[in-house]
Structure formats: C-alpha cells, structure tokens
C-alpha cells in the first residue's frame, strides 16, 4: 500500500477470476464477488422503474469510480491470483505549499494478504 492511513472497515474480496493486463495502460480486471460489513448502508437512487440500490462506503465509491482492479493496483497491491482477501481504502492528504491540498486513496489488500485459499 502507498504510504497513506487505512480506514473504514475492512470487506472481504472473494475473486473467482483475474484477466491480467493486456499492455502498460490497462489494469485488466477480476470476476469477484465483494462482502460489506455490517455498517455498510444501502441507498435507493432514483425513483420509480428507474431505481436501483447502491452501497454508501467508500470501497463502493472505487469500486465504481475507477474499478477495483484499477484501484488495487494503484495502491501496489494488484489481485493477480483467484482467492478470497481483505481489502480496505486507505487515504493521504497533502499539503503543497502555494497550492493547497492534495487527496490521494485508493483500495488495497491489507496483511494478511488472502483470507482463505
């Protein structure tokens, strides 16, 4: 994980399936199947034939905005084999002197890496 704080709790990652990367911009992605915590809430969005439910957390947040996959590798803990894991978002802000703060977070796979085989 890049140097930054971990918080939020911890959900669990079981992937079924990694399709690696096909080139240097590509993150490839992963068949998973994600686990909330407890304090993970459900919104409705929208109304009528149009509603859905969507998780309130900030690894759905990731999850949606640019792909877990994406996001683990950010973080320098890319999902390269199928098995369950703890993942959790970690977060840094810095200060650049002139030009304000700056937001950097992500997902990644907390220590122990893998859960279960």
């Keep these: 994980m890049k140097d930054g704080e971990w918080y939020g709790e911890p959900h669990t990652l079981a992937v079924r ?7 240097p911009l590509d993150d490839g ?7 909330h915590p407890p304090s993970c809430k459900q919104e409705r969005s929208g109304d009528g034939g149009n ?8 690894v ?24 369950t894991y ?10 650049y002197h002139g030009s304000g703060y700056e ?3 992500g997902v990644g796979v907390m220590e122990p890496a893998e859960v279960t085989p």
């Design 60 to 83: 759905a947040f990731h999850e949606v905005s640019s792909g877990l996959a994406s996001s683990l590798r950010y973080s320098g803990t890319p999902v390269t084999e199928p098995g």
């Design 29 to 35: 992605c992963l068949d998973y199947d994600l686990e």
């Design 86 to 95: 703890r993942i959790q978002v970690w977060g840094r802000k810095t200060y």
């Design 17 to 23: 399936a990694v399709h690696l990367p096909h080139g």
């Design 103 to 105: 937001y950097d977070g």
């Design 51 to 58: 509603s859905y439910l969507y998780w309130t957390c900030d």
